[in-house]
């Protein structure tokens, strides 16, 4: 019980001077802005989500991937161990190591569960918003390195 006065007494001492609220309206609004700003530099790329690709092989190829994990998920596999399929080469499990796409593919799960969306749209919805995640972790890298420290820092919008 100790321990858990004692980092209820740091966790306090962390918010005298700034509330909950602040800590947690400050990314959820850094979220937002990056999810416009993608979407404004990006137009009009938006009109078409749940119907096209670009014209590259690189995007279906993706989305592909991306449909089969959340399916996977969906089917009792989270983990995605008992999945196979040729992307699965050159041993099995290779899917699994993917972790670029495999906490994209929960998001997937997610959606293809409470939406009756196409996967286009979910495959476009899902990379927005983990594109977008970036702003809220690139504030927190450089948040802490503060106003009088700003010339050490290597991004010009810190």
Not at 115 to 133: D, G, Q, R, S
Request: glycine share 6%; aromatic share 16%.
């Amino acid at each position: 019980m100790t321990l858990l006065k004692a980092l209820l007494a740091g966790f306090k001492a962390r918010m005298s001077n700034r509330t909950i609220w602040h800590h947690l309206l400050v990314p959820i609004g850094i979220f937002l802005l990056s999810v416009i700003g993608i979407l404004i530099l990006t137009w009009p790329w938006c009109l078409h989500f749940s119907g096209e690709f670009l014209d590259h092989w690189d995007p279906p190829f993706h989305a592909w991937k991306l449909e089969f994990m959340a399916r996977a998920i969906l089917s009792g596999d989270p983990w995605l161990l008992r999945s196979e399929a040729n992307v699965l080469y050159p041993h099995m499990g290779t899917l699994y190591f993917e972790a670029l796409q495999w906490p994209p593919a929960w998001l997937a799960a997610l959606l293809l569960k409470l939406t009756n969306w196409p996967f286009e749209l979910i495959y476009h919805v899902v990379f927005v918003v983990f594109w977008a995640i970036s702003g809220p972790c690139i504030y927190f890298h450089y948040h802490p390195i503060g106003p009088e420290n700003r010339q050490q820092s290597p991004c010009i919008l810190a």
